[in-house]
């Protein structure tokens, strides 16, 4: 099981997923996140829009990405919104811009950014020298 982290300060709460580079570990670390946001009392509705997020920008870094991939949420609340944050960090791209994953049908692929900013209040991707980060903040009241 991978290492966690899990910090409290002035009311935000944090927590860190790396991603094993192995088959099924998007769903495990899905299920662990959805744990997580119970014990921070996220709203059902936002936990349910929050995983097909994690889902989205996980499968992505995976697909796309050298790993390692690690998973960060974060927790906010302030007068009654909560906000929380997605990221996932990946080592940057695996193949050159323009060039397809092999084996990847490209019919079944393609709609997961869509998804993540139909359903993120705001989301950006930030790159660094050897990192990409790509996240989304949903809202809830």
């Known amino acids: 099981m991978a290492v966690q982290l899990n910090t409290r300060v002035r009311g935000t709460s944090e927590h860190v997923f790396p991603m094993p580079p192995v088959a099924g570990a998007v769903p495990d670390v899905r299920r662990r996140a959805g744990a997580v946001l119970a014990a921070w009392k996220v709203s059902p509705d936002v936990v349910e829009d929050a995983l097909l997020v994690v889902s989205e920008l996980l499968t992505n870094a995976i697909v796309h990405a050298l790993p390692p991939a690690v998973l960060r949420l974060s927790w906010q609340r302030d007068g009654g919104l909560g906000t929380l944050r997605i990221e996932v960090t990946d080592a940057g791209p695996a ?9 990847i049908d490209p019919d079944e692929h393609g709609r997961g950014e869509e998804i993540v900013h139909a359903l993120a209040t705001r989301y950006g991707v930030e790159t660094r020298s050897g990192a990409v980060t790509r996240w989304a903040d949903l809202v809830a009241v």
């Open 95 to 103: 193949r050159t811009a323009g060039q397809p994953p092999a084996g």
